[in-house]
């Protein structure tokens, strides 16, 4: 099978095609044919040695790749048969090999994807979707009627925040350039921030949930938007013991949270999206070939949506 591998951390020229043996599945694993694969700020990131490449670092030359969609072809698991098209984000923050053309996946990782998307639909929908949902659920309980502030709302991330933060019945603000505004506004975002021109000082602490999704130079806006009692999550970069501190010392909790893997929360996910209550939206598909290009394009932190790799 091709498979793109990571021959040294550094520019895209290091992602390389080779042909290697399908990998062999064990006891509760399943093998999925794997038809695309969706590409985030991290795959990047672990390229160029940063993100999670400490992390992993000892089994190079790695896999790069977490999020796909495919179907399943050998199943030593009781959850999935042969034939069946299947979702999810594969061991992050592990290894998940996903940039091939079969992937060997822990079946309790995979959700069976809904016959009325696509698989570009379902890859996109893997990684980002389930790390709102785990914040929003998990580290945070957004209630109904609560004021969510969601960065980026254009994002890869932030354009399922809106609508996970809206089905969660919140009133949510988005902030996106302002030729994004339009597109956060038709995910149903409430109300929108043009947040190259917002004066984050002069308008007071109004927030319940501030989901930061942009990082260091960020999270003081954050903590300018929250209002006592309410939460910072992050996930673009960890939370500092000071800013915590100072956070803590203004009655605002503010945490950093991981995704992690899990086939039951995309189950839900894919409930969403079967029942139309969570829109994927992809801003380009490459082939997987040009992995390189589609790695160049998440560095750009310009793009609206997901880039998803379709094989
Ligand atoms: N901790 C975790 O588990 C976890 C999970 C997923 C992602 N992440 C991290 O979360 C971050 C976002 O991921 P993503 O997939 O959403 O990235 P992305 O798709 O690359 O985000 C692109 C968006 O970022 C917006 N943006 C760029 N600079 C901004 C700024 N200074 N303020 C506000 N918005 C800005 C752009 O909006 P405009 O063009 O409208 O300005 C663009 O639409 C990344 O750092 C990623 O690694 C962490």
């Known amino acids: 099978?091709?498979?793109?591998?990571?021959?040294?951390?550094?520019?895209?020229?290091?992602?390389?095609?080779?042909?290697?043996?399908?990998?062999?599945?064990?006891?509760?694993?399943?093998?999925?044919?794997?038809?695309?694969?969706?590409?985030?700020?991290?795959?990047?990131?672990?390229?160029?040695?940063?993100?999670?490449?400490?992390?992993?670092?000892?089994?190079?030359?790695?896999?790069?790749?977490?999020?796909?969609?495919?179907?399943?072809?050998?199943?030593?698991?009781?959850?999935?048969?042969?034939?069946?098209?299947?979702?999810?984000?594969?061991?992050?923050?592990k290894v998940g090999n996903a940039y091939a053309e079969y992937v060997a996946a822990p079946a309790s990782q995979l959700a069976l994807k809904p016959a009325s998307i696509s698989y570009e639909e379902a890859a996109a929908s893997t990684l980002a979707p389930l790390t709102v949902w785990q914040a929003m659920t998990q580290n945070a309980q957004v209630q109904s009627g609560q004021k969510v502030l969601i960065h980026a709302a254009a994002g890869g991330v932030g354009h399922y925040a809106v609508q996970i933060a809206k089905y969660l019945g919140a009133f949510v603000t988005g902030t996106s350039s302002e030729v994004n505004r339009d597109f956060v506004l038709q995910l149903g975002a409430d109300a929108h921030i043009d947040y190259h021109a917002y004066d984050w000082e002069g308008n007071r602490a109004y927030f319940d949930l501030v989901f930061d999704t942009v990082g260091p130079d960020n999270i003081e806006k954050s903590l300018l938007a929250v209002k006592e009692g309410g939460t910072i999550i992050s996930i673009a970069s960890g939370i500092s013991e000071e800013f915590a501190e100072k956070s803590k010392s203004k009655g605002i909790n503010a945490m950093f949270m991981l995704v992690h893997p899990s086939g039951e929360d995309m189950d839900v996910i894919a409930s969403l999206l079967k029942n139309k209550q969570v829109i994927p939206h992809i801003y380009k598909t490459f082939p997987f070939a040009e992995m390189a290009a589609a790695h160049q394009l998440i560095e750009s932190s310009r793009t609206v949506g997901k880039i998803v790799i379709c094989l």
């Open 1 to 93: 099978m091709k498979a793109i591998i990571l021959q040294q951390p550094g520019n895209v020229d290091q992602l390389k095609i080779i042909e290697i043996a399908e990998p062999i599945i064990k006891p509760d694993e399943v093998l999925v044919e794997v038809k695309a694969i969706s590409i985030n700020p991290i795959d990047a990131k672990t390229r160029a040695g940063n993100g999670i490449y400490q992390r992993i670092k000892d089994q190079s030359p790695l896999i790069l790749g977490w999020d796909i969609s495919g179907i399943v072809v050998e199943s030593k698991s009781n959850k999935f048969k042969n034939g069946d098209e299947v979702f999810g984000m594969l061991e992050f923050p």
